[in-house]
């Protein structure tokens, strides 16, 4: 029995429908909840924080609780721009190629630091704060098709999957939200599962999306990006996209008139 009770169930959550899913439905499946995580990069759409206050009045109203925001000491721009780069490895590689030893670049898909970094590593940090208190069963938002999502974990709790378990589709965690009152922000804007605007992983289509509902925002990118140019040059680490670059992409959608 105390063991039982020494055991805190917490759920670690994004913004995206997959979550929003996973908690409603844990609710109404009388699953318990002892805490609910979301680690906030700082750089996600207006949208997505207003969807999160609605979720977190919510989960008050029907389990007291709200949602635990955790962040990264540092921004995403310092993390982009500024943080030292420490790998021996990579200062050398660096020095040869005459990049600055300071700052990620923008995340590719060998080295997507901002999930790993910003969001796994807060989250991990903070459940091993947990366990020094009691266990913990961490419970993830991957659905059947995201087994290729799983990667490793820094604590040492026991991880479950319910929506595994479940083994619903997209469709229907989608429609479970919008019946459930929560029509979601999603739209030809955040179709994709990256909730960040100054993502580099979102569909074209998205970001040409993004571009007309989000003009300041679209703005700051552009100028994150300029910046991003002018201390890494053409390297690899400096390019928002690989083809070709953001300012190209912004132009062609203004020429196009597109969409
Ligand atoms: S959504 Fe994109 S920018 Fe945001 S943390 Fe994930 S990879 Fe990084």
New binding site residues.
Partial sequence: MSEIQNTRHVVSITTGRHSTYLLLRMVEENMPIDAVLFAD?G??FPEAYKHLECLDEWLFRERGIHITRLQHPHS?EYLLLETPIHSQYQRAKRKRLGIPPVGNGW?RSRK????TE??DHVIDQEICRMEQESSVIHYLPLASNDVHRITPRQHHSEIRYPFMEWNDDCQISRLFCWVNGFPLYYNLTYES????W?????LRTEQAFFRKSHPDLWKRLLELDQRVKDQFGDQWIGRFWKEYSLEEFSKWLEETNYP
Avoid at 112 to 115: A, G
């Fill in positions: 990069t750089m996600e995403f995340p997507r630091w901002c999930c910003m969001v599962r990256c909730p960040c100054c993502c580099p992983f979102r």
